[in-house]
């Protein structure tokens, strides 16, 4: 089993930063896919930025420029920056982390960190 835990949500301006984190724990192979994940009230869940282990990293549309994803392999860490926060921004925040055991997808979610954006 893995375990994801994730802090730095918060309320938040318009314009401002905040950082999020998440640490995986548990049965963690050397390969694995983490990302960032958002959902907003009555909107469905959307990726928002992933890193590969080899470090490719893909962000969605609306937050490209804005957000930068991270990570740290030893820490088994990563991170999501988030610059220039609108109110449409504002949603819960899932850490995902996808690894394949023996073929066998495996995808784990933490318990979401809330983000509002509002003056």
């Known amino acids: 089993q893995v375990q994801l835990v994730e802090s730095g949500g918060g309320l938040i301006r318009p314009g401002g930063s905040l950082r999020l984190s998440c640490t995986a724990s548990g049965s963690i192979l050397s390969n694995y896919i983490m990302a960032w994940y958002r959902q907003a009230p009555g909107k469905q869940r959307e990726e928002v930025a992933t890193?590969?282990?080899?470090?490719?990293?893909v962000y969605a549309d609306s937050v490209k420029g804005r957000f930068t994803i991270s990570r740290d392999n030893a820490k088994k860490t990563v991170y999501l920056q988030m610059n220039s926060l609108k109110p449409e921004d504002t949603a819960v925040y899932y850490c995902?982390?996808?690894?394949?055991?023996?073929?066998?997808?495996?995808?784990?979610w933490g318990q979401g960190t809330q983000v509002t954006v509002s003056s």
């Open positions: 890193i590969l282990s080899s470090g490719r990293i």
């Open positions: 995902n982390l996808f690894q394949l055991l023996s073929s066998t997808p495996n995808n784990y």
